[in-house]
């Protein structure tokens, strides 16, 4: 099992749609979580960090539920250019540095 | 303007030759790292420094040797000992290890024929 989890998609919605990701992750001593959205054959790049309070930036809302070990990314109004992957990242900061990054999930809006 | 600067975009290498691979950043950050992206995976560390004159191995080291000497600078070196080398290498930075943000370069393709 990997350490961090996604599903791959693709993701195929409308525009204006409302969708959600899911991000599973093994190790409960995991301490930082972000999102990070990655444009095909470009370099990824940070959409946002996650809380345990939950956060919310514009569209984006990113949740945390460290009982269940797992983050959430949903995106509300879909536009034409949220098309991208989105990798969900997953900092252990004690026993050694460790980063794990999911494989992303697939989005495509249309019109 | 500050940030991380990866060279060649594109690399071509022919199989039993080493190639290195350049990444700069101008952000003042103490930690870099190398990662490498096959299709359809995750990013994968190769190496990370926290700071000048020391790195560790990440978790596919093998066939890669890297550098510290300045801390704008963390050149990899893919060896013809890594025996499947086609791949998308990401450079990123940071403040410092562990829970901070990571910068990412534009990225070197690298294809080996």
């Known amino acids: 099992r990997k350490e961090v989890e996604q599903d791959p998609g693709p993701f195929n919605v409308p525009e204006g749609a409302t969708v959600a990701f899911n991000c599973t992750y093994s190790?409960?001593?995991?301490?930082?979580f972000f999102w990070y959205r990655q444009d095909c054959r470009k370099e990824p790049k940070l959409l946002m960090s996650v809380y345990s309070s939950g956060n919310e930036d514009g569209r984006f809302t990113a949740q945390l539920n460290r009982a269940s070990q797992y983050i959430s990314l949903l995106i509300r109004d879909s536009k034409l250019s949220d098309s991208a992957t989105y990798l969900c990242?997953?900092?252990?900061?004690?026993?050694?540095?460790?980063?794990?990054f999911g494989a992303g999930t697939r989005l495509f809006v249309k019109a | 303007d500050g940030g991380i600067t990866q060279s060649p975009k594109y690399l071509f290498r022919k199989e039993g030759q080493n190639v290195t691979l350049s990444c700069e950043q101008n952000l003042n950050h103490d930690a870099m790292y190398w990662y490498r992206q096959d299709p359809g995976q995750g990013l994968r560390l190769i190496y990370y420094s926290q700071i000048v004159n020391d790195f560790q191995k990440g978790d596919i080291a093998e066939g890669y040797s890297v550098s510290r000497e300045k801390k704008e600078s963390f050149p990899l070196t893919v060896t013809s000992a890594q025996k499947n080398p086609t791949a998308f290498y990401l450079c990123a930075s940071s403040i410092g290890i562990g829970s901070n943000e990571q910068f990412f370069g534009p990225g070197t393709r690298l294809t080996v024929l």
């Open positions: 990242v997953v900092n252990r900061g004690t026993g050694g540095f460790k980063t794990i």
């Open positions: 190790n409960s001593a995991s301490q930082s």
